[in-house]
């Protein structure tokens, strides 16, 4: 049986990266990466220059049957990119996931946001991503997948890394106390994508946890977990009310054992060096 190929576009980020390692045991899995030179003398990476280089000349050498996009840098290039990508997906047999974010939701404060609410965003990233959705929603529906995560953590986040950062240098922590949110970690992140590519799955998810909690309490209980009970909190308050900035599930939920609660998180993932 011919493997999958996959070709993971922002390989060498950190949520691209995870992915690669998740997915390349299992699946013929190639990535693009820019600048970090590490990647040059693996052969299943391309080097790839978002405002510079032309997405169809890797597309062609990989002819991959999933495109995974956790691409970053200017948002005018990735929005071309993208229209690239769909335009290669028009003609081959292939899927594209877009690895979006809650911020598709961030203008509606006053609830949760499940799969089928309408986006709306009122920061630039949020719109970015919008833009990009709204793109793939011209195409045929069993083309698409539409991968929307909340804040990732685990060891090697660059949350985690700048809150231990943080702590070590004595810096504030900025937390937003009525902000409620939910959350997930590359672990389970990595291995809902590899589920959905298995089962060949196509339309919206949301990727996070299954319930909520106030932003603040969970920076907090990951600082209690790292082993510090006396951490410089900076408060931020952007309005008096409490805000909703999540992402849940209602339409696409997938099976238990792959659904994760932020405890989970808190308790699993963010064990001390």
Do not use: W
């Not at 292939?94 to 939701?105: E, G, H, M, Q, T």
């Not at 696409?252 to 994760?260: A, H, M, S, T, Y």
């Amino acid at each position: 049986m011919n493997k999958k190929k996959i070709l993971i576009l922002g390989a060498s980020g950190f949520i691209g990266n995870v992915i690669y390692k998740e997915l390349c045991s299992y699946f013929n899995t190639y990535g693009t990466y820019f600048s970090n030179r590490s990647f040059s003398d693996n052969q299943q990476f391309y080097r790839y220059d978002l405002e510079e280089d032309d997405i169809f000349q890797i597309l062609d050498k990989v002819r991959p049957d999933f495109i995974i996009s956790a691409l970053r840098g200017s948002f005018g290039a990735q929005v071309q990119a993208h229209q690239h990508v769909m335009e290669y997906l028009i003609q081959h047999r292939c899927k594209l996931y877009f690895i979006s974010s809650a911020n598709v939701f961030d203008a509606y404060s006053k609830f949760p946001s499940y799969e089928s609410d309408k986006t709306l965003s009122e920061s630039v990233y949020g719109r970015l991503k919008i833009k990009i959705e709204n793109m793939m929603m011209r195409l045929p529906k069993e083309k698409t997948a539409i991968l929307r995560v909340p804040m990732v953590f685990g060891n090697t986040s660059p949350r985690i890394k700048e809150i231990k950062s943080n702590l070590e240098n004595n810096e504030p922590i900025e937390v937003f106390p009525n902000l409620i949110i939910n959350v997930t970690n590359d672990d389970r992140l990595t291995q809902q994508i590899h589920y959905l590519i298995n089962r060949d799955k196509t339309g919206i998810f949301h990727l996070g946890s299954i319930d909520l909690i106030q932003h603040e309490e969970f920076i907090k209980e990951v600082i209690k977990r790292i082993g510090n009970h006396h951490p410089l909190l900076k408060r931020v308050f952007t309005t008096n009310e409490d805000r909703y900035l999540a992402a849940l599930p209602k339409d696409n939920k997938l099976p238990k054992n792959l659904r994760i609660r932020y405890q989970d998180i808190i308790d699993h993932h963010l064990t001390v060096d």
